[in-house]
């Protein structure tokens, strides 16, 4: 069972991602292990050419993450990102993103997961990372 | 010799990469194989804990990248990132954040480069990754 | 459909891979997106601790990748590693190492993939990767 | 000042890696913050077409972080790769393998290094990644 509800953690990542805060990031669903979110599309993401920005991209795709740590551990707000790693699979179009974090292994000092980026059902990027948790975690 | 000068790439960059359009982000010097950068302050640009949140630093890591790939083969906006790799090692206070970007391979169908991200004159973050270079390059 | 069979990419392989050569490589199965491979135990895939080295680990992964690669594209032997990354999540044990690698976007140029890696059916790494094809394929 | 000399290093780390057992695998310099290796060649090392494989510069990158950690850790022998990063720039010739890992930060529980693999004095590979050390560390 997820210890916030992807309500909770949606406001909860809003007051503290800042490209989250304009409302256009949200917590669709969550579980123990994994948290589904979406990136409403807004023009300040696009880059030339038409497309969503790579940096639009690692944004959604680090706050899904720690969407998919604060399911699984609670309100550990001061988790961080100590390492992130990402592959372009293809350019996605002026529309939502959505991102599915999962965790692979959630330890007591760290925690690594992946994220799958989606773009009109098409896989755009996927990414792995690392978070670390605070020690009193 | 870089092929664009650094006010040149500014101008570019601020035109395509959304966080950079509000005039925070700045080239301050490149030459055929790296680029120099700076993102200005923006309290934007904060994460709980008082720090600069990890998706500021790798959107002003990428925009390095971005800006030594223009310097080094010219206007080539459509050159985009195809893998990005960082890893954070501590956090940067709420204040300036610099970027040096170096290419490590200029190839004819991508770009391998490092960033190191500085604060205060402290490294506080290493990421590396290839940009493809669109066909026509 | 896979343009090779396992048993063909395991001869080849194991005449390209060093560690491979030996007879421990073996690929189980593929179809047009993924291969499935296993690493027989040997005392020389040790390291300090009795688990298996993070090399053995890393060249497994390689070797599941370049399985799937010449099942998707067929005899492609130039095909190299552009770039790999792998995290670690728990020890494996003294005994055969399994991978599945999946190819998350087949290009022209490059492919990029996945691999996960199981000892006694747990997962253990996870990697991620891109190999490039020669310019003929 | 390194804790351990490159002599001892290379002692420990013959013991534990399999590939280094061999001999091959010799630390020339150590200081507090980097190691310099090298892996001399070995026919074993190639891979199809002539050049050394991928696992190879793998194996001797990972290598080197190691004897990077050791000598500033100590003998922190149950020390282990938590993530590992490489791009691969151009295919090394049939001959000796350098690398020079570099700590660009040693934590209490986690050492971040990056590694330049030279081949013929060239760059040929560039990785990155995480060792963990143990808790007793």
Redesign the interface.
Known sequence: MPKLTAHTITTLIR?????A?QGQFTVLNVNAKSAECVLIYDD??????GTL????M??LA??AMYAAVLAHYGEQ??A????????????PAATDLHATATI??AGK??V?L?VHLYSQQQ?VA?A?G?YALPRSA
């Open positions: 007051g503290t991602v800042p490209s805060e300040s993401q696009l880059r030339f050419g920005s790579g940096p639009t690692m944004t680090d706050a707000l001061l961080v990102t100590q390492d992130f790693s990402i592959h372009f699979l293809s350019k692979l292994k000092r760290s690594v992946t896989l996927h792995s690392t």
